[in-house]
């Protein structure tokens, strides 16, 4: 039979014989109007990202011993690009540049009044490799620079590895899939004074396509973490597990727009309290 396979944005022509000559279920899948620019592991060959993030988490309050919301608002900038190194091998390449305002209150802030600027900035490389066309692994890494400073970002460098697959799901729609990632966050160098990070994410994403180019993804972050590195404020266990939930429509072949929304199940480790983002996907 005649099936196609889809890597990063491109169709190429697989000849696979079956021993009953029967035809695969691939065509529908392989609708490249599907690839909204989210999916980890069907990277499109050029994505340009506008992404506005708010979200309250504890913080310090003005005496010591106390806690107060501290609201962190972000505009992310984000860059990908893709290369086919090989058939059924693909590197995704990432960079992002946050731009932040936030209130905490701080010895250079005590009055916890917003300050902005550039966040901690981050580049990524990951390897995908397509087992066939329902199986798809990948591996990676991301590096994330202490270029927020003690105010904005967490004063610390960090190297994040992860890992996951993709599986899809051609029995609900073209576009549904099932796209567990999982990553390891951890700091190597910056301020000593600052907290060291060690803390494992996890995101059980499952993406559901809708009728008229809708989606809708349950986890589509790696919220789920398990914290071993230095407490944070509030702390008063390792596990945060919330509710996170992603609604969004491509508008044509090359820009989707979505909200996502994310609040605490679980939250004896407070990565927050309430989490908003709006995202523009516009790939190329």
């Known amino acids: 039979m005649m099936a196609r396979a889809l890597i990063g944005g491109c169709l190429l022509a697989v000849v696979i014989l079956r021993p009953d000559g029967a035809v695969a279920q691939s065509a529908s899948y392989q609708d490249q109007n599907a690839n909204t620019g989210n999916d980890l592991f069907r990277p499109p060959a050029n994505l340009f990202q506008m992404m506005y993030d708010y979200k309250t988490a504890p913080g310090s309050g003005s005496a010591p011993g106390t806690t107060r919301d501290v609201t962190t608002e972000t505009l992310n900038l984000r860059m990908d690009h893709s290369l086919d190194l090989a058939p059924m091998w693909i590197l995704a390449l990432r960079a992002d540049l946050p731009l932040v305002a936030k209130n905490p209150i701080t010895s250079d802030n005590p009055n916890g009044d917003y300050v902005g600027g550039v966040g901690d900035t981050d580049v990524q490389a990951v390897i995908i490799h397509n087992l066939d066309l329902r199986w798809t692994v990948g591996f990676g890494a991301r590096l994330i620079t202490p270029t927020g400073g003690d105010t904005l970002g967490s004063g610390k460098w960090q190297i994040m590895p992860a890992g996951g697959f993709r599986y899809a799901l051609w029995e609900?729609?073209?576009?549904?899939?099932?796209?567990?990632?999982?990553?390891?966050?951890?700091?190597?160098?910056?301020?000593?004074?600052?907290?060291?990070?060690?803390?494992?994410?996890?995101?059980?994403?499952?993406?559901?396509?809708?009728?008229?180019?809708?989606?809708?993804?349950?986890?589509?972050?790696?919220?789920?973490?398990?914290?071993?590195?230095?407490?944070?404020?509030?702390?008063?266990g390792r596990l945060f597990l919330p509710f996170d939930v992603r609604v969004g429509r491509q508008f044509s072949n090359n820009i989707a727009v979505s909200f996502e929304f994310g609040v605490p199940i679980i939250k004896d480790y407070p990565v927050y309290n309430l989490k908003t983002q709006v995202r523009l996907n516009v790939t190329y």
């Open 172 to 236: 609900i729609s073209p576009s549904s899939y099932f796209e567990p990632v999982i990553r390891y966050d951890v700091s190597f160098a910056g301020d000593p004074t600052k907290r060291n990070i060690s803390n494992l994410q996890f995101a059980p994403t499952l993406n559901v396509g809708l009728p008229d180019r809708w989606f809708l993804t349950f986890y589509p972050s790696p919220d789920i973490r398990i914290n071993y590195g230095d407490p944070i404020t509030g702390q008063t």
